[in-house]
């Protein structure tokens, strides 16, 4: 184990920690969570760290309440700093920077719009999928983003494709309000049996956990068939989640990568991204791949494929 990483609970100390590198010009990289720190987080980090070399890298840890709405799991969300602070040592992070909500929010937690606080309004992509399900929520996620990137004004921040959305609503937000970051997307993480790493893991027993394989195994069924279209990449996707039964969908859904509706008819080989999302138990997961659509002629089944 290296060093550990300095903890940074104030703004004032996260500036102060950050001033000779700045004035050195040393590119600053962060890496944005919400604790409860995993391997997904750690190849974050390492992305972060190949983009800015020997400058900085930030890890913040804040579980924000802007981003959950009520009956949500605020109050169960795993905090875990000092294991999270191992992660890091063990990453080379050099700051975490791990405020209260009074430090991020001094005039208390905005509630609303009569609240007074200026917030982040993510426009339409904010109110489709997770949107839909989770209204508010892309509100909450921008705003803290906003903040942070205003607070530790990197020059890179890294953020998990898993949470496909978000990472496509920060940079948008990033281009759009011209916020001078590079915000970078990383690959997800996955356990062997094909499981995505996500903090909201930990809630799920065995059985449901090997219930919640349905996921990957749905969106990998998505990629097979989509070279013989979008319908029948659905279709097989939905027999993957129909066929495990504690899995409760909330939506399965395939977009252009931008998150945009694909255009009917689709044209052969289009790049596209296949999401889902469901309850396992009491645990709501999220995931996403790539896909191209027809690749193969457009008009075969994947039957009449095998009969030529
Ligand atoms: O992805 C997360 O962990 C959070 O949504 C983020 C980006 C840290 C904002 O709170």
Known sequence: MTDRPVLAPTRGELAALLADARRAGRPVGLVPTMGALHEGHASLVREARARVGDGPVVVSVFVNPLQFGEGEDLDRYPRTLDADLDVCA????DVVFAPSVEEVYPGGVPAGSTSGMVTVEPGPLGSVLEGR??????AGVLTVVAKLFGLVRPDVAVFGQKDYQQLALIRRMAADLCLGVDVVG?????EADGLALSSRNRYLDDEQRTEALALSRALHAAQEAAAYGLAPALDAARAELRAAKAVDLDYLEV????????PDPVPPGTEARVLVAAR????????NMPLRIGAAPHDQTPDQQGDH
Do not use: K
């Not at 063990?90 to 992070?93: A, I």
């Not at 977009?255 to 694909?262: A, F, I, Q, Y």
């Open 90 to 93: 063990r990453e080379g992070v």
């Open 133 to 138: 399900s989770r209204p508010g929520h892309f």
């Open 186 to 190: 990383a690959e997800t993480v996955r």
């Open 255 to 262: 977009t252009t990568p931008g998150l945009d509706s694909l």
């Open 280 to 287: 396992v138990g009491t645990t709501r997961l999220i995931d």
